[in-house]
């Protein structure tokens, strides 16, 4: 019973290829995120999304493609991986969009490239 | 350029006594602080929160204090448990300010001796 889930946990694959997470939460939550925590164990923003409406877009290479089907889901898709892609991508849930919700943390995909 | 920043990579202290974890930031738009605390290959969990209005909020056993003058705020634990030993993160927000996302430090690895 996660309140927030990201598929796959791990992801191991070759420079080039194009591939996507998935996230989920039952929250209720209207808002959801993804970040990147890089090998410095930095955790950065990359995308939010309130009630499927692209809200923050910070600094990230187009070859990354944020979808929100609807309110519970956020997508990640990979276009043309890079070894410096490698990191751990965290989705986050909140309810509004402000910096004074808690946010939820799914428990990360492990991405790879080799 | 870290606006939000945990000076102290690791941090020991045996079981029962009284921990401290730190933390900097640079941006006078903050005005909402949180923590976060992560035990490895899980993600971030919201442990407590303080707005800028108020200089101390406590919760159980976690006392949060803001010093705004100084631009510092401060987690303490107290007394701390072997359960405790996780990496804790401070992040910052501009909720009311600016709308603007959460910025997270690099974390703190608290270790709890019993």
């Known amino acids: 019973d996660t309140a927030v889930s990201q598929t796959p946990k791990y992801l191991v694959t070759q420079m080039g290829n194009d591939k996507s997470i998935k996230c989920e939460q039952n929250l209720g939550h209207d808002t959801m995120y993804w970040y990147k925590q890089d090998s410095k164990k930095f955790l950065k923003i990359m995308f939010s999304y309130n009630n499927k409406e692209l809200i923050i877009n910070e600094t990230v290479p187009n070859r990354f493609s944020p979808k929100s089907p609807d309110k519970a889901h956020l997508n990640l898709h990979i276009n043309s991986l890079e070894l410096g892609d490698s990191a751990v991508y965290f989705c986050?849930?909140?309810?509004?969009?402000?910096?004074?919700?808690?946010?939820?943390f799914g428990d990360g995909t492990r991405l790879s490239i080799l | 350029d870290q606006q939000v920043k945990q000076n102290s990579p690791s941090l020991s202290v045996q079981e029962g006594r009284i921990s401290i974890l730190n933390c900097d930031y640079t941006?006078?738009?903050?005005?909402?602080f949180l923590w976060y605390k992560k035990y490895p290959a899980e993600g971030p969990t919201f442990l407590i929160s303080?707005?800028?209005?108020?200089d101390k909020n406590e919760d159980g056993r976690f006392t949060v204090f803001l010093n705004k003058s100084a631009k510092h705020l401060s987690l303490h634990i107290v007394p701390s448990q072997p359960g405790d030993s996780a990496v804790y993160f401070c992040?910052?927000?501009?909720?009311?300010?600016?709308?603007?996302?959460?910025?997270f430090g690099k974390g703190t690895r608290l270790s709890v001796i019993a």
């Open positions: 303080i707005s800028s209005i108020k």
């Open positions: 986050a849930s909140s309810q509004g969009r402000r910096g004074n919700q808690p946010q939820h």
């Open positions: 941006n006078s738009m903050f005005d909402y």
């Open positions: 992040a910052a927000s501009g909720a009311y300010s600016g709308n603007t996302p959460l910025v």
